[in-house]
């Protein structure tokens, strides 16, 4: 009955179908490992959340001696660990980060390296400041930041991807990306591979910085996919199988009553005018 899968017609078509479901498989298993990614780093959100600061030596790999060269990137399982260092703020070399969006307003990030008592640097994001009146992309009236010595504690936040150029305006330099090894080419010490969101500040923080809030990702919308992927290849798999079921039990007529496909059809009248 079923002798005509091995046509080249249906032999195509199981390989058209087997290949399409491996597909969709292999999509659902690439979808599943972003899940798995996604909801480790919202447990490692949640989990650093409320433990004491560690001292930043402790997180990060110490960089070099050079200046203007930022040290190697930590590990990923080092991002949203909460950091502690103590430093003076150079605010000679200040970064404006344009387009950065906080509950739905776009302004801009204040980033500024903390000098070390070892000549090294971290940046440390002192956070979200709103534009000028006007314009979303007019420049804001920065606070001063604190003169002398300074504690911060914060998260890290390893470097963004996709550096962007940085423009020299008013003494103060501006990009769109907080990627830490094009940054480290403007200033005058070597700094960590990674930055610091800051959480707490000693002496206080200004108030007219907004804190940049710790996104969670969206592992369920992976789930989501996987679920999905995978049903399309139990389905493309169905598909094959009822229409060889179909193939295999169609008989002429089908199509017609009962009645009708079992009843002959009668011959035609003869012509008596042809005898």
Known sequence: MYRFLLTPRWLGILALTLAAAATMVLLGNWQLSRYHERSSINHRIDSTAGQPPATLGEVLPAPGASAGTAG???????????VTATGR????????IRNRTVDGR????????????????VLVD??????????????????????????VVGRVHLSESRPDQIVRNDGRYETRRITVPRLATALPYPVYGAYVLLDEQTPAADPAFSAVPVA???DWQNAGYVVQWWLFAAMALGAFVWAARREAHGVPGQD???DLAAEPVPAAPSDPARR
């Open 106 to 121: 776009v302004g801009f990030e204040v980033v500024i390296p903390l000098v070390l008592a070892d000549g090294t640097a």
């Open 216 to 218: 969670h990702e969206n």
């Open 256 to 258: 017609l009553p009962d």
């Open 126 to 151: 002192r956070g979200w400041i709103p534009p000028a009146e006007g314009s979303a992309t007019a420049r804001p009236k920065i606070p001063p930041a604190p003169t002398g010595q300074v504690t």
């Open 89 to 96: 703020y150079d605010e000679t070399h200040l970064f404006l």
């Open 72 to 82: 190697q990137a930590p590990p990923a399982a080092a991002a949203w660990t909460r």
